[in-house]
């Protein structure tokens, strides 16, 4: 087993921390975005749009107050309501580009999951933005915890 000097550990956990940080950051601008896109241009939540809410925005305190308390395991914590989020944002892309049918979609009241209410340059979507969002947070989460245990 190789013997690390303590810079070099320091080092390992700096990274760590980057990278919980980022995560931290991803959530943060994610919310704010949510909020925005709902509350500001008045575009409505579908269903699925409301599920990853509900695993986006605790993120946000999670992350944060593990990192401000040093709390090595808060990725314990985050990383399972961000893998829900993905899983959740990965069958909200599956509907919304017509792999799945549309007939699948739990979106029976209020608007479709499958409506088109952004297309920047015409393939960024609200719903690729989640996933975005989770992938990354969740990559974040991943990668802080391996460099925590080098």
């Known amino acids: ?5 303590p810079i070099e550990n320091r080092q390992s956990s700096e990274s760590g921390d980057y990278l919980a940080y ?3 950051i991803i959530a943060l601008v994610a919310t704010v975005g949510s909020l925005f896109f709902s ?3 008045d575009l409505p939540p579908c269903v699925l749009c409301w599920y990853q809410r509900i695993a986006m925005y605790p993120l946000v305190v999670v992350i944060g107050v ?11 914590y985050a990383l399972p309501v961000c893998l829900i989020g993905l899983a959740i944002s990965i069958y909200h892309n599956l509907l919304y580009y017509g792999i799945l ?3 699948i979609a739990p979106c029976v009241e209020g608007i479709s999951c499958t409506s ?13 933005m989640a996933l975005t969002a ?7 989460l991943i990668l802080s915890g391996k460099s925590k245990r080098k």
């Open 134 to 140: 989770f992938g990354g947070a969740a990559l974040c």
């Open 101 to 103: 049918p549309e007939s």
């Open 1 to 5: 087993m190789e013997k690390r000097t």
């Open 66 to 76: 593990g990192i401000l308390t040093n709390d090595a395991r808060m990725r314990n």
């Open 22 to 24: 980022l995560a931290w």
């Open 39 to 41: 509350e500001v241009m």
């Open 116 to 128: 088109r209410q952004i297309e920047w340059l015409g393939f960024i979507t609200i719903p690729l």
